[in-house]
């Protein structure tokens, strides 16, 4: 993970980049036979950007961002039938960031 802070001191507004590596994560499934298989979710990349100021003495911070600008929908993984993470009313959980949830195959 890294980031990058900029503060800009005229008018005192804080600019944030965040940038997340995931690599290659092993998964389990249940084959059509209902024997266990390994397989993997493949690597991927989020990225997010927030702009914040604070207000009356630092008690008060406003701030907007935009979150996943890579747009990361769906996963690919290669051990599942279709060939990416399955469509489930589920969403999967990612270490460390907030819940991508799996488009269509």
Sequence with gaps: MAAINYKWL???IDFTLDYKYT???PQFYINEEGDPVE???SAFNTMD???QRSFFRNRL???AGVK???DNTTIPSVGTSAGCIPVVPAVILLAGEDCIRPGFC
């Design 10 to 12: 005229k008018t005192d």
């Design 61 to 63: 911070t406003i701030g």
């Design 23 to 25: 690599g290659k994560m």
């Design 49 to 51: 950007f927030t702009v």
């Design 68 to 70: 996943n600008i890579f």
């Design 39 to 41: 397989g993997y979710i």
